[in-house]
T-cell receptor, first 111, second 117 residues
Framework: TQLLEQSPQFLSIQEGENLTVYCNSS?????LQWYRQEPGEGPVLLVT?????EVKKLKRLTFQFGDARKDSSLHITAAQPGDTGLYLCAGETDSWGKFQFGAGTQVVVTP | EAQVTQNPRYLITVTGKKLTVTCSQN?????MSWYRQDPGLGLRQIYYSMNVEVTDKGDVPEGYKVSRKEKRNFPLILESPSPNQTSLYFC????????????????FGAGTRLSVL
């Protein structure tokens, strides 16, 4: 059972377009992380959000944690081919150190 | 350079032949964890360790063992591998981020692709 549902599973867009990836759960998480994974490599942490309603920006990437700490979104503005990758969300449960990952969203940005 | 190192990167074995995948980190992190990644399922946590001699089960611990005798090493042991353990395995380590109150910044190894025939 996937506690964290990511949508969409796959996203293909043109360079310059915007995109949003969603991560939803019925569970409350103490923190939520977003990762990007390239083929043949391990996931790389992009951001951690810990407070309900929190918004964090990382250049063209905007991350939001839901007020109830059950959901999150990742928005990319003016996507570039370098944004191509598998985006994963991960929620940390109340048991510190125990993580639930979403299945991932494959993003492809074409020039 | 901060690193999480897994070995081997690729392994093909046969059912029932015991194997160990090693994981080492050079960042003096207290926390280490093992995950498996399968298509359509994302990463699933196998075991994690809060510190030396402290380990806990993740979501899919069946068929796996771990040990944490030293801070830097966290080997994953498959006593009797089966074909359903064919997967991509990742080790991760982390320490608390006190500056931003973010609780956990995980650094991942490059992965071990295991095939059990």
């Amino acid at each position: 059972t996937q506690l964290l549902e990511q949508s969409p599973q796959f996203l293909s867009i043109q360079e310059g377009e915007n995109l949003t990836v969603y991560c939803n759960s019925s569970s409350v998480f103490s923190s939520l992380q977003w990762y990007r994974q390239e083929p043949g490599e391990g996931p790389v942490l992009l951001v951690t959000v810990v407070t309900g309603g929190e918004v964090k920006k990382l250049k063209r990437l905007t991350f939001q944690f839901g007020d109830a700490r059950k959901d999150s979104s990742l928005h990319i503005t003016a996507a570039q081919p370098g944004d191509t990758g598998l985006y994963l969300c991960a929620g940390e449960t109340d048991s510190w150190g125990k993580f639930q990952f979403g299945a991932g969203t494959q993003v492809v940005v074409t020039p | 350079e901060a690193q999480v190192t897994q070995n081997p990167r690729y392994l093909i074995t046969v059912t029932g032949k015991k194997l160990t995948v090693t994981c080492s980190q050079n960042m003096n992190h207290e926390y280490m964890s093992w995950y498996r990644q399968d298509p359509g399922l994302g990463l699933r946590q196998i075991y994690y360790s809060m510190n030396v001699e402290v380990t806990d089960k993740g979501d899919v611990p069946e068929g796996y063992k771990v040990s944490r005798k030293e801070k830097r090493n966290f080997p994953l042991i498959l006593e009797s591998p089966s074909p359903n353990q064919t997967s991509l395995y990742f080790c991760a380590s982390s320490s608390r981020d006190r500056m931003t109150s973010a609780k956990n910044i995980q650094y991942f190894g490059a992965g071990t692709r295991l095939s059990v025939l």
